[in-house]
């Protein structure tokens, strides 16, 4: 991690100990006093941009929907980047919907749905708010809810975005080196990690009901 601090200035409460839980959870540098003489605050995150002096750049958190990816950006940010090069999207289907995002080889997120619509607008958010040279979105087959959610995913539209399939009878169950052993992750959350680091088949809204795997 590069020595750079990102500063905190929010004056939304709970915005203000979310962001602070999530720089911890990302174990990242971050200090609540500095000022425009401090130099290893390279960035700072606010609610209030009018009241930042210095040269610091400014992260605009508007909501604590926007947390996450703005919490993201930052961590980008102090490594030297603008965007992540790849992004890997992981689902894997069943009644508990496993949801993983793979930024550049790290583990970013993940989190468990019950409904597809909830899902996508999960997947709608990511692809929205993390800046990305290009995305996958990996769905796992051999479920019956499978083709309800790649349908739904297909429908999906943006730039360098594609969606694959992947035969879930290839994929480990074991659980990702980088996912530490005593943190609390939902065994779906670890499938759908898996699913996004597998090799999948990718489809088209025109050929997704051809190539889709059907379940045994």
Do not use: Q, W
């Given at each position: 991690?590069?020595?750079?601090?990102?500063?905190?200035?929010?004056?939304?409460?709970?915005i203000f100990q979310f962001i602070i839980r999530k720089l911890k959870e990302r174990r990242?540098?971050?200090?609540?006093?500095?000022?425009?003489?401090?130099p290893d605050v390279y960035l700072v995150i606010t609610d209030s941009p009018w009241?930042?002096?210095?040269?610091?750049?400014?992260?605009?958190?508007?909501?604590?929907?926007?947390v996450e990816y703005?919490?993201?950006?930052?961590?980008?940010?102090v490594k030297g980047a603008l965007v992540f090069n790849s992004l890997l999207i992981g689902v894997d289907p069943g009644e508990n919907i496993g949801f993983?995002?793979?930024?550049?080889?790290?583990?970013?997120?993940?989190?468990?749905?019950?409904?597809?619509?909830d899902l996508i607008r999960e997947i709608k958010d990511t692809i929205s708010h993390l800046l990305f040279i290009k995305c996958k979105v990996k769905v796992g087959s051999r479920n019956r809810y499978s083709e309800k959610i790649l349908t739904e995913v297909l429908k999906i539209r943006k730039p360098n975005v594609t969606v694959e399939v992947v035969d879930e009878e290839t994929v480990p169950r074991t659980i990702p080196r980088f996912v530490l052993k005593n943190t609390k992750i939902p065994k779906d959350v670890i499938s759908a990690v898996n699913i996004a680091f597998a090799k999948g088949v990718e489809v088209t809204g025109n050929d997704a009901e051809n190539n889709y795997p059907r379940e045994k």
């Open positions: 991690m590069a020595k750079n601090v990102i500063g905190v200035y929010v004056e939304n409460p709970e990242i540098r971050f200090t609540l006093s500095f000022n425009a003489g401090r009241k930042i002096k210095g040269k610091a750049k400014i992260l605009i958190v508007r909501n604590r929907e926007e703005v919490v993201e950006r930052a961590v980008l940010a993983a995002v793979i930024g550049d080889g790290e583990f970013i997120k993940g989190k468990t749905f019950r409904s597809i619509e």
